[in-house]
């Protein structure tokens, strides 16, 4: 299977409305997966610690990221790192926000399965080259 090495964002936006979820992956490889992540405005983050570490680019919107025993305000163009099995979740959405997620080793791949709406949407939507 060839892996796509190039994407482009308004692609990746365009491709993930039409999924109708949340967070939808478009790269994975062992070492690493990677999605977009949109949550409404008002809107709640029920995810919960993952077996990976995390990196959040943010593309569009506001919120409040808790990570672990500290607030941080995201805002386009913030990036954060998330290490692993650290409790996290976005909250305070003031716009909608769409968020990059990268993953490494990929979601899922550390021992524990992935979220279970992940692990669902990685599967219908996992693009092959």
């Known amino acids: 299977m060839a892996v796509r090495e190039s994407f482009d964002v308004e692609r990746i936006e ?20 990677a999605g977009m992540y949109v949550l409404p405005a008002g809107g709640s983050d029920r995810q919960t610690p993952h077996t ?3 990196v959040y680019h943010v593309l569009h919107g506001r919120a409040t990221l808790d990570l672990g025993d500290h607030e941080h305000l995201v805002h386009p163009g913030s990036v954060v790192y998330v290490p692993a099995n650290v ?24 021992g524990s399965p992935a979220r279970p709406a992940t692990r669902r949407s990685a599967r219908r939507s996992r693009q092959r080259g």
Request: hydrophobic share 40%; aromatic share 10%; net charge negative.
């Open 14 to 33: 365009a491709e993930q409305l039409v999924s109708g979820r949340r967070y939808r992956e478009f790269l994975r490889v062992p070492a690493l997966s």
């Open 87 to 110: 409790p996290h979740r976005f909250h305070s959405i003031e716009e909608e926000l769409k968020v990059l997620v990268f993953f490494a080793p990929a979601e899922g791949s550390s």
């Open 52 to 54: 990976e570490d995390e």
